[in-house]
């Protein structure tokens, strides 16, 4: 993994996932902006998706991760935003096509349903996969074009 910003964010039930993985960045070398939440107490996630969004945005990140008891909420929260494409992911399988399909900037992890091990191989995997560009370029494009 090169070293990058890497944005954080989470809610209560990802807190606890966001924080494993954020060990794990820190060990690989990046920087970190930890966008919170900062304990388990109870939170709204679309205040978190929505932060690590204008990170995105503002080119204050150049990926994100994102943590939620699904990932899905976060996620949607996340994806109002242009700038943003942000991909629930389950295994190294999902988070590799989201970068060579879709390229994601985001991904974003359900701490109930992917266990830390998973989510850490999940990381890699989006850092370390790159766009495949060619045919799903023109495709990505219109994501952004809205």
Known sequence: ???????????????????????ELQAAGH?????GTSSTDSV???DFGTAL?????DGRAGRGVLVCGTGIGISIAANREPAVRAAVVHDVTSARL??????????????RLVGPEVAKDCLRAFLETPFEGGR?????AKLSSR
């Open 98 to 111: 989201a970068r060579q399909h879709n390229d994601a900037n985001v991904i974003a992890l359900g701490a």
């Open 31 to 35: 920087v970190i902006l930890d966008l």
């Open 136 to 140: 799903h370029a023109a495709r990505v």
């Open 53 to 57: 969004a204008g990170a995105i945005r």
């Open 1 to 23: 993994m090169s070293a990058q910003t890497i944005a954080l964010a989470s809610d209560h039930a990802g807190f606890d996932l966001k924080e494993h993985l954020k060990r």
């Open 44 to 46: 709204d996630y679309p």
